[in-house]
């Protein structure tokens, strides 16, 4: 994350001389097909997917929780309007939901961005509504209502200190998921265009090269699978947390 | 069967590093020294809050890992450490059952009842598929369950479900059993069928009861353990122990089952607060009451019986609004704003927003209404509350406390007509005196109307002006 400041070397900035090459002093992790320096390249895309992830995991942390919440209050109609749209979304697969946006407009963040946060808010959607609804028809929430207390305060009181815990777990699950499907799909071409570094599309750039320089293809493998991993491990140590209660 | 618990103690792990000796630390309970068997049942009595289930969670080895104990449990001979907590769970379902305190909470939710009861055949006592199921629709006729058979535990009212867990527990015929308070939250006749019960496997099983019921302790005679904050205060022969000169202890149990000390204000205003006319409520096709009226005056308390699930709680939540008849007419009077008509639950640990402190609660109540926050002050010197209990939030409070500073939060309302569902029926003897005797008062002093929603009856009869028996709608089919 902090390469911008240690190295004055750019993503792009190929040297055809030195193509390949194993890691050395000047180049710490070596150099790939067109002479780019993997670790320049490496923190690159490890900052996109983070930042792709922050940003799909608010949004959809917002969206999802918000229509649950709704849902969850307004029962009736309107629940079952809600559910029926989430629940025909819920039926494709994540990603072909993210290859279908992908492919509207190729090669764009935004797109992409927006697809990830549509198929992460169905999972808080799902889950939260059903905390949601259980805690809206417990005798705490009945009695704040008979003491005279409005839909912000039960927000307040009850519905966030309660679902925290859920919403974190799911925000972790959700990142890990993120990182997955943007590299998934940089994976078979749709995501990211090249010159741009990012973790699918440098597996798939260095694919060829796996005979001579098997070094270059594992390390954007291990640094997706250390995040993803840590990023479980993060969401599964609050589910213990939970139990633990 | 012959049980005999030896210096069996309980100690917390706090301070562990502090000090070093068990016998340094102060223990939680014990210790105990008692024995039991098939011939002289043992009833262990006490306080909420003085470690009864504790002990039932030592012999079961169950304990939470945070707390050591210490002592042997002698069965026919055989040594058993109770530290070992493995050795003691191996006895389970083959020597040692238990009759777990909310029963509710034991029964599997995804299973018929009659599955529930199956398994055990099946898997405790090998028995075929055939054979298990026979006998699961025995059980459950011989305790008058057989309605039941293809509900799932939330279609049971509570009385149900404890006698579901009841046959669980009881039809693989263990030979040592331990009910952790059979009779709570329980309606007479719920408690008279369950008693029937106990009595009939007492005379094949060695029966451990823990309870707070005095009534239940003496019908179920042999001895009798009382255990005072933690210690053994006594261990002698039930019928000995409730003869005159009986303990300070006990003597102060028996004066909490007498009814209130209450002094009526007589010429208080008989105007009417509310009225409801043949009212009918139906939920998914089912008729729960049918006919009813009522009309609440100020200063009069109404008294609502009715075995469970006959819609003690539904009226009691029709009176509040919280639910619309499905038929008939209900007319509050003017005088009585919205806010006026409150409710306090069965369960005084549901109704606090968790792991916030109450105090930040109560300050949210303080400036919605505009109340002074020493009026809460006030009140909880009143209601003989802490002030330093503010500042924990419910996870940490006893239900006693809890059900007080429910009491209080309505109170600060003023309202006009408190509905009491259940209040006290998951609280001790003690407890649930002072809050009826809170109730009352406050009922003649502010010319409220109270509704009080029991089964405990005999305390209350006395004081209701009005008495409300609801009884089983018959639904056509």
Redesign the interface.
């Known amino acids: 994350m902090t390469q911008p400041v240690i190295q004055q070397q750019t993503v792009g900035s190929q040297d055809l001389n030195k193509i390949l090459n194993t890691p050395s002093f000047e180049q710490p992790l070596g150099t790939d097909q067109y002479g780019r320096s993997m670790y320049v390249r490496l923190a690159a895309g490890l900052r996109l997917s983070f930042w792709l992830a922050g940003l799909s995991v608010v949004t959809s942390c917002i969206i999802g929780t918000g229509l649950a919440i709704f849902a969850a209050w307004c029962r009736g109609r309107t629940e079952t309007l809600l559910d029926a749209l989430i629940n025909s979304l819920m039926a494709l697969p994540g990603l072909i939901l993210v290859l279908l946006f992908a492919a509207v407009i190729p090669g764009s963040f935004v797109m992409i961005y927006l697809a990830i946060s549509i198929v992460l808010s169905l999972e808080y959607y799902r889950v939260i509504k059903a905390s949601s609804k259980a805690i809206l028809n417990?005798?705490?929430v009945?009695?704040?209502q008979?003491?005279?207390?409005n839909h912000v305060?039960i927000l307040k009181?009850?519905l966030l200190?309660?679902l925290k815990p859920s919403l974190f777990t799911l925000s972790a699950y959700g990142a890990a998921n993120a990182i997955l499907m943007m590299a998934s799909i940089g994976f078979v071409y749709v995501g990211l265009k090249p010159p741009t570094a990012e973790l699918g599309l440098m597996i798939v750039e260095l694919f060829p090269y796996y005979e001579e320089a098997p070094w270059l293809l594992c390390q954007p493998l291990v640094v997706l699978f250390t995040v993803v991993l840590s990023l479980n491990l993060l969401a599964g140590k609050n589910n213990h947390a939970i139990e633990n209660r | 069967m012959q049980l005999k618990i030896d210096k069996l103690t309980i100690y917390s792990d706090e301070n562990l590093t502090t000090r070093a000796h068990l016998s340094d630390r102060r223990a939680l309970l014990g210790p105990l020294n008692f024995s039991f068997s098939d011939q002289e049942p043992v009833t262990v009595l006490g306080h909420t809050g003085a470690g009864k289930s504790l002990l039932a969670q030592a012999l079961m080895g169950t304990l939470a890992v945070n707390l050591t104990v210490t002592g042997t449990l002698t069965i026919n001979g055989r040594i058993f450490d109770l530290a070992d907590r493995k050795k003691l769970q191996a006895l389970w379902g083959k020597t040692l059952v238990l009759l777990p305190q909310e029963p509710w909470n034991a029964l599997n939710p995804l299973k018929k009842a009659a599955s529930q009861i199956i398994e055990v055949g099946r898997f405790v006592l090998n028995q075929d598929k055939q054979t298990a199921s026979k006998q699961s629709i025995q059980r459950l006729a011989t305790l008058s369950l057989m309605d039941c058979q293809n509900k799932y535990p939330h279609q049971l009212s509570g009385g149900m479900a404890q006698r579901l867990t009841y046959a669980i527990i009881s039809c693989a015929n263990t030979p040592v059993m331990i009910l952790d308070e059979p009779s709570k939250g329980l309606d007479k006749t719920a408690v008279e069928q369950l008693f029937k019960q106990i009595k009939h496997t007492s005379q094949q099983a060695a029966l451990l009861t823990i309870t707070h019921d005095l009534a239940l302790c003496q019908r179920l005679g042999g001895k009798l353990l009382i255990i005072q904050q933690g210690r053994q205060l006594a261990f002698a022969q039930t019928k000995q122990l409730f003869t005159c000169p009986r303990l300070p202890y006990l003597e102060q149990l028996i004066a909490a089952t007498k009814p209130p000390s209450i002094h009526k204000k007589f010429g208080s205003v008989n105007e009417v607060l509310l009225e409801m006319k043949d009212i009918q409520y139906s939920i998914s096709g089912k008729t729960i009451l049918n006919n009813v009226n009522l009309t609440l005056k100020c200063a009069q308390i109404t008294l609502i019986q009715g075995i469970s699930g006959v819609g003690k709680s539904t009226l009691g939540d029709l009176i509040c609004g919280l639910k619309r008849p499905s038929r008939g007419h209900r007319s509050v009077d003017n005088q009585v704003g919205k806010l006026e008509i409150q409710k306090i639950y069965q369960e005084p640990t549901a109704v606090f927003a968790p792991g916030i402190p109450l105090k930040l609660l109560f300050k949210d109540v303080c400036k919605l209404h505009q109340i002074k926050f020493s009026s809460v002050l006030n009140g909880m010197e009143k209601l003989k509350l802490d002030v330093s209990l503010l500042q924990r939030d419910k996870s940490s409070l006893s239900g006693g406390e809890l059900q007080r500073f429910a009491l209080l939060r309505v109170f600060l309302l003023k309202p006009k007509i408190i509905v009491a569902d259940e209040v006290t029926s998951r609280l001790d003897e003690c407890h649930s005196r002072t809050i009826l005797e809170l109730l009352i008062n406050y009922c003649y002093e502010q010319n409220a109307a109270l509704v009080i929603i029991s089964h405990q009856t005999e305390q209350i009869v006395t004081l209701a002006d009005q008495i409300i028996s609801l009884k089983p709608v018959l639904n056509k089919r």
């Open positions: 417990s005798p705490a009945e009695s704040s008979l003491l005279g207390f305060y009181r009850h200190p309660e």
